[in-house]
């Protein structure tokens, strides 16, 4: 089995500010772990993957995360966050080794202030 | 670039009617998904197809058949269409094999469904 924990339903931060949204998940074996986005009345866009080798992965748009295995993390960040990041992210893990099935989170808005 | 293109942005049917979404992508990917997406809910997956007419249930099957005849088209059936069926539909593909692109879903822009 295989599930995804997205523990806030929001995030908010001002302009400028460093970012994080986060993710847990529960996986029996090694994982494949994403990030996607998803803005207003858009389907979602990939942003990045952890499949194995560095621990922190960077993608699209100054995006980067960090899977530490210990915690069953992959918390997605920004050093800087931008008004138009605003969205909602969702982060889907599915066993290295399985299914092609991926299993997603709730999803997290994210709000930028200016 | 992956397209991955659906029929309609928006619909609005009437309980009883049978609904058709189609999905269409133009890069070979042997993967093809049908998700609905609910506030607080997240992606919840219908209906999933590895290969042309093979398909396999997802977590909410039920009132909901799939269809592929062809490998880049991967049609979702609503029999009989209820209240509860009002949601936004998303179309997924994916390559399967070695490389880059693995395990990465291309999404369509989504169907928002309206069933009065």
């Known amino acids: 089995a295989q599930s995804v924990a997205q523990p806030e339903d929001q995030v908010n931060v001002a302009e400028g500010n460093p970012l994080t949204v986060k993710c847990t998940y529960s996986?029996?074996?090694?994982?494949?772990l994403f990030w996607y986005v998803q803005y207003p009345n858009r389907g979602l866009q990939f942003l990045l993957k952890y499949i194995t080798g560095d621990n922190l992965v960077k993608g699209s748009y100054g995006f980067e995360a960090e899977f530490n295995k210990s915690q069953t993390s992959f918390h997605l960040k920004k050093p800087s966050a931008l008004v138009s990041d605003s969205a909602l992210y969702f982060c889907a893990v599915r066993l290295l080794r399985g299914s092609y099935i991926p299993t997603f989170g709730r999803g997290t808005s994210l709000i930028v202030h200016p | 670039d992956v397209k991955v293109t659906q029929s309609s942005r928006y619909l609005v049917k009437r309980t009883g009617e049978k609904v058709f979404l189609e999905c269409v992508q133009d890069?070979?990917?042997?993967?093809m998904f049908w998700y609905r997406q609910d506030p607080g809910l997240g992606l919840r997956l219908i209906y999933f197809?590895?290969?042309?007419?093979?398909?396999e249930k997802g977590d909410i099957p039920e009132g909901y058949s799939v269809s592929r005849e062809k490998k880049e088209r991967f049609s979702l059936i609503l029999e009989s269409a209820s209240t509860n069926q009002t949601s936004m539909y998303l179309c997924?593909?994916?390559?399967?094999?070695?490389?880059?692109?693995?395990?990465?879903?291309?999404f369509g822009p989504g169907t928002r469904l309206l069933v009065l």
């Open positions: 997924a593909s994916s390559p399967i094999g070695a490389g880059e692109r693995e395990e990465t879903q291309y």
């Open positions: 890069m070979d990917h042997e993967n």
């Open positions: 996986v029996s074996g090694n994982p494949y």
């Open positions: 197809s590895y290969d042309v007419k093979m398909k």
